[in-house]
């Protein structure tokens, strides 16, 4: 057998050898969290309650509120309610479950101790399982492994041919199917033979026909198409038995006939019956061609063909199907062994998922005889897509066939190779096969070959023989394979079509009646013998056929021979043909030479030209088809078999020129074409390797060829790289190479001659298994050498006996297994490849060795070209170096003793240079330099697993030295830094990482190689270390013994360090990297079943403590999560409405606080930023999502490490870093916060943006006074306008800021999320934010029990007990609140005094937060809350025998509550209540104190402000009730100042939720004017305002805050004013904030007004950062007011008067208001807003509108009913306030009087004629100013004014008048509105238009004195009016266009005419009028006021 053959079978079957790492899955590249995994650690989480999601229990509670809606009661019981009732209420609750032994004296001590056990029983193991990766693309130190080497498949599509039926049936049909492609002009796939004839029809053939293989009957077939297109058709060919006659004539009967006209026609279908049965009888093995048709294959998969289908028609769009492929494009080119295929494919078109459908082919064209040329096809089917087809013209022969096309399945049953070899699962032999077709793929397919193939195709094309003398007219071509000369030699080796046997020893073509030159179109395929002599060649045999049956003559005659011998200089002959033809047989010896030599003495047809055209095509993984490639082999075969001279094309090369000639070989290997080179790239990199290991021996001289070995293969390397880009992962390794090293490579043996098939290795190779031993084995090649089926070929015997049997013994019988099944073959050391090879001779390498020195002493190109690829020799090496050290039993040695000194040294150097080229050239070359980059790291992670530990740091030292060095040169580091930190991430993410890092040595002096440590990263981490045990301090920094000790995670964290350190420039954009770098290590750490158990788990986390003190120092820079939150220190809203609502809440958490009369809970306590403020310089922020990765490390460390570990550093600890701690656990608590279901329901961020704004301003008037909170609340807000600075990365980290202002990862995307993913995402977000409130709670503990012992408590306690408020605050589960009061208690009874000293706030915060749980929905929080609350009233007592302090804080924090909370639920509350009071009734300590009646006071004070709350509840639904009844209780304590504060807080909430901000801005307004004058009463200081008269100018309201009354409290007592805002910082907030309400309500005069208030506080305070920001704002504000001076742009507001009359609306009943409504309300909008309003509470029949505005009578009034009258009204002013108001504002600004008019006439209708037309004004004035505090305001006042109907008509002309003055002098000039104008002041048609005003008054003078006043007057309207028309008339005319001309003339004409009726009336003037004025006087009793004014003109 042929060495090459040998050499390509073995590559095809021989073992793999894979190198597995037991524990590789569990380094960071496969981190669950990365994964998709993470969803198994998340089963059987504990669902968390949470009470936001518990919506309240709606059905009882809406009920109670329908009722109270209909019973409206009367407000008038004042807002206190009867005493009785309430207490009764109260007394008939039921109390929530009482916690036992919470009143028995324990000892602190044991109170933790059992507060600790609960805590920490049933917590969740895993932290980062319930953590979301951060988002990032594939994680870089993942490497994905290679696909299986296999045979590489298209996508597929099975056919099924189902009937063939004709009109007639009268003799067989053949058929056959193949693909072909129109626009490369290619066939695509082999044919498909098919035979679909009845039984009867096929017996008429039998005589002809040997009995039928099983695999010559199938039906279906499986099509390949690697280059899917709309090119491509499905071509089929009809052939039958030869008969006389041309093609036309014989399918004449199939066009004419007609299946219905059978029994017409009987006769001549049984005629042409009997004639097809004579042509079977003798011409029954000869063809025919007869028909054919193409199917558009792209039409059927897109389904938009236009035939008819029966499987379901449903439109796929394109859209829709895509997907699937291009997720498998990478592995589109990639070959495979049997075992499993890959598919590829043009995304366009995609024929995976299409849906299956069922053809009916009902057209055939006849085939024309002289078309029969592939050319010829490919022009008709070209044309087929043309919609004017010619073949639409022809006649068709009608048919049906049916056919099925569907996407192929997976692995299906009954399959055939194209060799006829069974594909597994093959359960039954008897079945009938489905074929696989080969493919012939149109363009080059790069795949190495892995299964055995060797076919040969033939081609008959054309032969011309119209210059052959003699009868030669039915031309048919016999054709041969022989392995000889005699006629018996011929070898049955071509495939049979259908239905006869599988091989026979023949073919022939079909038949062209009558053609002397005929084309052919057959494919004859022949199966290769495996070794070819020069004997083997194709004998053509020309036949004559006679159809006609004469006497003697024979069937057929030979015309002609001619051959193609196979081998030609050792290589296969294939390709083009053109031959000539020999008239007579061949001579002796002929098959060795080609029939182009001129033999002697032959004659040949056409003197020796050629004639005949064929076309030899192979398909071969055993030929290379290039010359290089096999010229190569062959010597490397030569050298092999030691066989010389060896003959290579013309050449014979002798032993001595065998050196150059193989050099040369090898560097001509580049220039072969790539197509072969990745064909046989297996067998190729084999030899290369194996000249490398083995030194051939040529003439005794031992030859190296490493290097040439090793140039070839870079440079083949490189070609891949280059020019299958399509296939590389994300590290640039060709998939085709790291297949070839992770399956196929293995070193080669040593053995220079090793017996054929063996235990040694099949021939020259030894095989072994991996490390693991876990051998990778393909099922199909534990060779089942099956019992071959009944075969039909008598010559294969069950002994191999030639080469091919041998092939067949090798690739086992038929079977071939392509499922992916993998057996393990062999134990521990599989005993048949035991025999360790000793080496024989001396010249052996290792290949590890040889390569890495070849690769140091390379240079130039060499060098350059593996550099590229570096991969691929690193991984090479690695490799190589495992199954050295498997193979040599060294892989339990020491690991110093594994490898030679030398080796080592040529590592370190290769290391070292690759360093180099790194760090030199990574500017030039970035994207070589990222690959080197991985590669090397990749290289050093492989070798931590097989060298000695110590060295394998040592280089990665020495890297790290190479870039800190250069790193100091550059200007911007960041892409060296980049760059580091991917190689760094890489080596960690080494499976055993932490052993690595000698986690169980305690820092002692170092035992690992101790890298010095550069200056660059030792980082002076600030902490306070002068405490005595320095070791804990070591453990807590990245301090050199550190560093030393645990090697890498220090170089992790310093890394960490560095970039995050806010003066390290230009590094911003690493950030998230390098933290995405420690998460990814801490999460795998976290699911690592090898550190589950805690404790060694604190021994992981011991390696991350310094992490601690970095994320401290970063506190500054963190994206602060407490100002993304939509619900601050203000209840939680539950229901989604209450969130729309809420978020536009302007009272935040300080505002809160504010109310309940702390002060704020300051975000960050002063002194804890001092570090950083005073640098002075604007940190970047971190995005949300970094910080959140840093703040849940932060979380693991805490979790995990050793508390006394702990401990011990707190106690270290100064406070100002404690504090830091507590400001990061502050941060925490807002970052982890559960977000509850309904966010993730709907991520809404609109509702953000608007409440962030408010939030801001709040924020900042505020927070304004120190300077640290003010950075702080200043950094939150600066994220949104600061990009990310300094670097080229910036961008990266910049892409996700906008997605973080709504929540952390945004949801838009993801709407179409399912129920059960909210739910199970909810389900996650609850235990993360349960686990991580818990962490924070543990450190608290910690933090306490440090303090307790240390003299620096205050802050510290402070700071915990800040951070416990505001952890409830945010959304908790009940499980951790209980822990939380729990800790809270345990603290308040330790140190008590931290509440109930003089000046701390946090009372006030913990009332308000108790309280806020007490009206929990969940009973648990309700027992805790209330057990909490009681207990602080008791110690409050305990302390000083009243509890005033909490009381006072109680009382106001509920007042805070209710007007806040929307969902606030008085029932909960109310059984809370009920349990303290149950509480005081059992306390038996303090039975006989004053206690218990204090305590039911306070609840029953609480129950009333419950009862106001009711009440509001019941208004909830109607805004200006509401807002009434929050103004009574705020009148109500007037008395006390806080709560009067507190409530008018609660009703400018209430306003900016309505976007009411102009009332908003007055309750600021007002709450500053009674802080004021409490704040004078306090301190006199001159800048202060004097008390509300101050802002008199700002409202003329404000004054009722003043504190003149005698029951007002004098602020000295306890308790009183004792709020955060009786301050002067108080003060100034509530101005910033009235100043930003009054600009966002558009009233900048105001704006001014306020800030002249504000401007004195500071100046006096020198404050100039403040008035800097005033005087920006005062611009802003005096620019807006220039800008918008006509107002039409501010509209402030519309007023209607609304009457309510009727007993059905209780107390409103004949009450008239003012209503303020937005501006541009229409009369119909609030009419049909209160008449809906009233009508859904009383009922809609009940509520009638009084449409007019005419007075009402009451007695007229149905009483059952009530009415609303709703009439416009605008404001009034006399003349001379008209004098003050001048602009837009001023008009519109403190209004107290209305006015509306009424048209009457004498005789009561409202409308009359223009002389008997009256009007009468009305005039309101109300109770207070607009804007006021609320927005309607009872009318007090009224009077009327009639006006005669000639003063009506005065009023009218004098508007007319200004309305064309207006629109003449408009600048810009409006054409549209004056032409409007114009028209309706000179149009002819105007009904009481000017003219008819005119002659009604005008046309006599009045009789009455009293009307000449009136009568002059108008006279003297309707002369401006003229002189007004005039002037518009004029200006309209500048205006018009041309196209206007004719209507200016029209305009002008009407205006004459106008003019001149006008004429004489307006002339005309009254002679009394023009006396002496004075005697006038006693007429002006007579005149109206406004007539009276008028005089004096």
């Known amino acids: 057998m042929d060495p090459h053959v040998r050499d390509c079978i073995r590559s095809y079957t021989e073992d793999w050898a894979v190198v597995i790492r037991k524990y590789h899955k569990l380094g960071t590249g496969f981190n669950p969290n990365t994964l998709d995994k993470q969803k198994e650690r998340q089963k059987g989480l504990p669902k968390q309650v949470f009470e936001s999601d518990e919506a309240p229990d709606g059905s009882s509670y809406q009920d109670e509120q329908d009722d109270l809606k209909r019973r409206s009661v009367s407000i008038d019981d004042t807002p206190r309610g009867s005493w009785a009732c309430s207490i009764f209420d109260l007394k008939n609750s039921l109390p929530d479950a009482l916690l036992p032994n919470l009143l028995d004296r324990t000892p602190n001590e044991e109170i933790d101790r059992q507060n600790d056990d609960q805590r920490k029983s049933n917590r969740h193991k895993e932290l980062f399982a319930l953590h979301p990766s951060p988002d990032e693309e594939e994680p870089i130190e993942r490497l994905s492994v290679p696909d299986v080497p296999k045979e590489h498949f298209g996508q597929r599509l099975l056919v099924k041919c189902l009937s063939l039926k004709f009109e007639i049936e009268i003799e067989p049909i053949f058929a056959s199917l193949a693909l072909y492609d129109v626009k490369e002009k290619k066939k695509i796939s082999e044919n498909f033979y098919f035979d679909l004839n009845s039984e009867q029809m096929k017996g008429l053939l039998r005589p002809h026909v040997p009995p039928a293989a099983i695999t010559t009957l199938a039906r279906s077939a499986i099509f390949s198409i690697t280059y899917p297109s709309q090119d491509v058709f499905l071509v089929i060919k009809l052939e039958k038995v030869l008969q006389q006659g041309d093609i036309g004539e014989c399918a004449e009967p199939y066009m004419i006939f007609k299946e219905a006209d059978a029994s017409k026609n009987k006769e001549k279908l049984e005629k042409l019956k009997s004639q097809a049965d004579q042509f079977c009888q003798r011409l029954g093995k000869y063809r025919m061609p007869f028909a054919w048709t193409a199917i558009h294959l792209m039409n059927i998969v897109s389904s938009a063909g236009s035939l008819e289908r029966d499987s379901t028609e449903v439109e796929i769009s394109t859209g829709e199907r895509k997907g699937s492929w291009s997720e498998r494009r990478n592995s589109s080119i990639v070959g495979r062994r049997s075992l499993e295929r890959t598919t590829s494919g043009d995304d366009a078109c995609n024929l995976t998922s299409f849906r299956p459908a069922t053809l009916t082919v009902t057209n055939f064209f006849k085939q024309e005889g002289d078309r029969l040329s592939d050319e010829d096809l490919y022009k008709f089917l070209a044309d087929m897509r043309r919609p004017s087809s010619v073949l639409r013209r022809l006649r068709p022969i009608t048919a049906q066939l049916k056919i099925d096309i569907s996407p192929a399945p997976e692995n299906p049953h009954y399959c055939l190779t194209p060799e006829l070899l069974q594909v597994k699962l093959y359960p039954d032999s008897r079945v009938r096969p489905t074929r696989e077709i080969l493919e012939f793929p149109a363009r080059d397919v790069y795949v190495p070959n892995t299964t055995y193939r060797n076919l040969l195709y033939i081609y008959p094309q054309s032969l011309n023989f119209a210059n052959r003398q003699g009868s030669a007219r039915n031309i048919t071509v016999k054709v041969q394979f022989m392995y000889g000369e005699d006629p018996s030699n011929a070898m049955p080796v071509i495939f049979g079509k259908s239905s006869c046997s599988e091989f026979s020893k023949e073919a022939y073509t079909a038949v062209v009646y009558h053609n002397r030159s005929p084309d052919f179109h057959e494919e004859i395929k022949v199966k290769l013998p495996a070794t070819l002599t020069d004997h083997h060649h194709l004998l053509f045999t020309f036949y004559h056929v006679s159809c006609q049956q004469k006497q003697n003559t024979p069937l057929e005659t030979p015309v002609g021979y001619t051959w193609i011998p196979m081998l030609q200089n050792g290589r296969l002959k294939t390709g083009q043909f053109c031959l000539p033809v020999s008239l007579e047989k061949p001579p002796q010896a002929y098959s060795v030479l080609s029939p182009e030599v001129p033999l002697p003495g032959m004659k040949w047809v056409d003197n020796h030209k050629g004639v005949f055209n064929v076309e030899v095509v192979t398909v071969s993984s055993i030929h290379t088809q290039d010359p290089c490639l096999d010229k190569f082999f062959a010597l490397v075969n030569a050298l092999d078999e030691h066989m010389f001279p060896v003959r290579i094309g013309d050449m014979r090369i002798m032993e001595n020129n065998l050196e150059n000639e193989l050099k040369s070989s090898i560097s001509a290997l580049n220039s072969s074409q790539l197509e072969p080179v990745v064909r046989f790239l297996h067998l190729l990199l084999d030899k290369l390797i194996l000249l490398v290991v083995r030194p051939p021996v040529i003439a005794g001289q031992i030859v190296n060829l490493g290097q040439v070995s090793f140039e070839a293969m870079a440079s083949i390397i490189n070609r891949l790289h280059k020019n299958l880009e399509g296939n590389h992962d994300q590290h640039g390794r060709n998939s085709l190479l790291a297949s070839y090293i992770h399956y196929v490579f293995r070193l080669p043996n040593t053995y220079p001659n090793s017996p054929s098939p063996g235990p040694g290795g099949l021939g020259g190779s030894v095989h072994y298994a991996t490390m693991a031993r876990s051998a990778v084995r393909p099922a199909s090649l534990n060779l089942s050498r099956s019992r071959s089926l009944s075969n039909s070929n008598p010559d294969i015997s069950g002994t191999p006996t030639s080469p091919d049997d041998e092939v067949r013994a090798i690739i086992g019988s038929k079977g071939l297994d392509r499922s992916n099944s993998w057996v393990n073959t062999g134990g521990p050391k599989a005993a048949p490849w035991g025999s360790n090879p000793s080496p024989s001779t001396e010249s052996t390498q290792l290949f590890h060795e040889e390569l890495a020195l070849q690769w140091v002493v390379c240079s130039g190109s060499v060098r350059e070209s593996a550099l590229q690829q570096a991969w691929f020799f690193f991984e090479l090496m690695v490799k190589s170096m495992v199954h050295h050290l498997y193979f040599n039993d060294k892989l339990d040695a020491p690991r110093k003793s594994r490898f030679p000194e030398r080796f080592m040294d040529d590592i370190a150097a290769l290391v070292s240079t690759i360093a180099s080229d790194v760090v030199s050239r990574f500017q030039k070359d970035i994207e070589m330099v990222e690959r080197l980059n991985t590669s090397l790291a990749f290289f050093l992670n492989d070798l931590l697993s097989v060298m000695d530990r110590g060295f394998v740091f040592s280089l990665i030292k020495s890297c790290y030295k190479q870039v800190s060095s250069k790193l100091y040169s550059l200007p911007n580091p960041s892409v060296l830094v980049s760059l580091r930190l991917d190689f760094l991430r890489i080596i960690c993410s080494h499976e055993h990482y932490v052993t690595l890092n000698l986690p169980c040595s305690l820092l002692t002096p170092p035992a690992s190689p101790s890298p010095s440590v550069s200056s660059a990263t030792s980082q002076s981490s600030g902490f306070s270390t002068n405490a005595q045990d ?717 449409k007019d505005s005419n007075p009402v009578d009451k007695c007229k009034l149905d009483p059952n009913k009530a009415y609303i009258q709703i009439t416009y009204v605008e404001p009034y002013f006399d003349t001379y306030e008209m004098k003050d108001r001048i602009t837009y504002f001023d008009k519109n600004y403190n209004l107290r009087r209305f006015m509306y008019c009424t048209p009457f006439t004498l005789d009561g209708r409202a409308h009359g004629e223009l002389h008997e037309q009256f009007k009468r004004k009305t005039i309101l004035t109300t109770s207070h100013a607009f804007p006021y505090i609320k927005t309607r305001v009872n009318v007090i006042h009224k009077e009327e004014i009639i006006l005669t109907p000639i003063e009506v008509a005065i009023e009218d002309m004098q508007k007319k008048t200004q309305e064309l003055a207006f629109a003449t002098h408009q600048d810009p000039a409006d054409p549209k509105m004056l032409q409007m104008v114009l028209q309706g002041s000179v149009g002819t048609t105007v009904n009481q238009g000017p003219l008819e005003v005119a002659q009604v008054f005008l046309s006599e003078i009045p009789s009455d004195p009293k009307l000449f006043r009136h009568h002059n007057k108008l006279r003297l309207c309707f002369k401006d009016f003229t002189k007004r028309c005039e002037d518009a008339l004029r200006k309209n005319k500048s205006l018009i266009g041309p196209d206007q001309k004719e209507y200016q003339r029209e305009l002008e004409r009407n205006y004459h005419r106008l003019k001149e009726s006008l004429q004489p009336l307006i002339n005309r003037k009254i002679p009394q009028l023009y006396k002496a004025v004075l005697p006038v006087t006693c007429h002006r009793d007579s005149f109206s006021r406004i007539s009276l004014r008028k005089m004096e003109l």
Not at 1536 to 1545: A, E, I
Request: hydrophobic fraction near 40%.
């Open 1030 to 1746: 320095q070791k804990i301090a070591n453990m807590f920094e990245l301090s050199v013994p550190f560093r030393q000790q645990h090697y890498l995670a220090g170089l992790v964290l310093t890394e960490l360090a560095v970039i995050l350190d806010p003066d390290a420039d230009g590094l911003f954009g690493l950030h998230k990297k390098v933290i995405n770098m420690v998460h990814n290590l801490l999460s795998s750490h976290d699911s690592d079943p090898r550190y589950s158990d805690p404790q060694i788990k604190a021994r992981v986390a011991m390696l991350y403590l310094p992490l601690i003190g970095i994320i401290m120092e970063t506190v500054p820079q963190l994206y602060d999560f407490t100002e993304t939150h939509n619900q601050r220190g203000r209840p939680l809203c539950t229901t989604t409405e209450d969130c729309e609502s809420e978020s536009g809440n302007m009272i935040s958490q300080t505002v809160a606080m504010a109310i309940a009369g702390t002060s704020v809970p300051q975000l960050t306590r002063p002194g804890s930023f001092l570090l950083t403020a005073t640098s002075g310089r604007q940190h970047t922020t971190f995005s949300a999502e970094s910080s959140r990765s840093l703040l849940i490390c932060l979380l693991w460390v805490l979790k995990n490490a050793d508390e006394t570990v702990l401990q011990k550093w707190f106690t270290d600890l100064s406070v100002l870093q404690l504090n830091r701690l507590l400001d990061l656990l502050y941060l925490c608590v807002s970052c982890f916060e559960y977000k509850g279901k309904k966010v993730f329901e709907r991520m809404n961020s609109l509702t953000f943006k608007k409440s962030k704004d408010m939030r801001a301003k709040l924020e900042e008037a505020i927070l304004g006074s120190i300077g640290a909170r003010q950075e702080m609340v200043r950094r939150s807000r600066g994220q949104l306008e600061r990009s990310p600075s300094g670097s080229a990365f910036g961008s990266q980290e910049n892409l996700r800021w906008r997605k973080d202002m709504t929540h952390w990862r945004q949801n838009t995307e993801k709407l179409d999320k399912s129920r059960a993913e909210i739910e199970h995402e909810a389900l996650i977000d609850g235990n993360l934010a349960t686990e991580a409130n818990l962490i924070i709670l543990d450190t608290l503990e910690i933090v306490v029990q440090t303090v307790s012992v240390t003299e620096s408590k205050e802050s510290i306690l402070g700071g915990v007990l800040k951070v416990l408020l505001h952890s409830m605050a945010c959304n908790q589960s009940a499980l951790y609140l209980q822990h939380c009061f729990a800790t809270q208690r345990a603290l308040v009874s330790k140190f008590p005094e931290l509440l109930f000293e003089e000046e701390t706030e946090q009372c006030a915060d913990l009332c308000l937060r108790l309280l806020r749980l007490c009206s929990s929905s969940i009973g648990i929080i309700r027992s805790h809350a209330s057990a909490s609350l009681y207990l602080l009233m008791r110690q409050n007592f305990e302390i000083g025998n009243n509890f005033a302090r909490v009381k006072m804080q109680v009382t106001m924090s509920l007042s805070s509550l209710v007007g806040t909370s929307q969902n606030f639920n008085e029932e909960f509350l109310r059984r809370s209540l009920k349990t303290i009071l149950t509480y005081a009734e059992e306390d038996l300590e303090l039975r006989e104190t004053t206690f218990p009646d204090q305590v039911q006071d306070l609840v029953f004070n609480l129950h009333m402000i419950l009862s106001d709350t009711v009440k509001m509840k019941e208004h909830q639904e109607d805004p200006e009730m509401l807002i009434d009844l929050m103004y009574r209780i705020a009148k109500g304590y007037q008395t006390s100042p806080d709560l009067r504060l507190t409530w008018l807080q609660n009703m400018a909430g209430k306003h900016s939720e309505r976007s009411n901000h102009a009332e908003a801005a007055q309750c600021l307004v007002h709450s500053a004017a009674l802080v004021a004058e409490y704040l004078s009463m306090l301190e006199d200081r001159k800048y202060l305002p004097v008390g509300c008269v101050t802002f008199q100018n700002i409202s003329s309201n404000v004054l009722e805050e003043s504190a003149v009354s005698d029951d007002v409290v004098s602020p000295d007592e306890e308790g009183i004013c004792s709020g955060k805002y009786f301050t002067e910082s108080g003060l100034v907030g509530l101005l910033e904030q009235a100043a930003a309400s009054f600009s966002m309500a558009g009233m900048y005069e105001a704006v001014n007004e306020v800030y002249k208030v504000l401007i004195p506080i500071h100046e006096a305070n020198r404050d100039a950062k403040k008035l800097s920001t005033i005087h920006g704002k005062l611009q802003e504000a005096f620019s807006k007011i220039v800008h918008q001076s006509t107002g039409w742009e501010r509209m402030f507001g519309t007023y209607f008067r609304v009457g309510f009359y009727g007993t059905k609306f209780g107390d409103l009943d004949e009450q008239e208001f003012v209503y303020k409504e937005p501006a541009i309300t229409k009369l119909a909008e609030i009419s049909h807003r209160l008449e809906g309003f009233y009508g859904e509470r009383f009922g809609e029949d009940v509520v009638e509108v009084i």
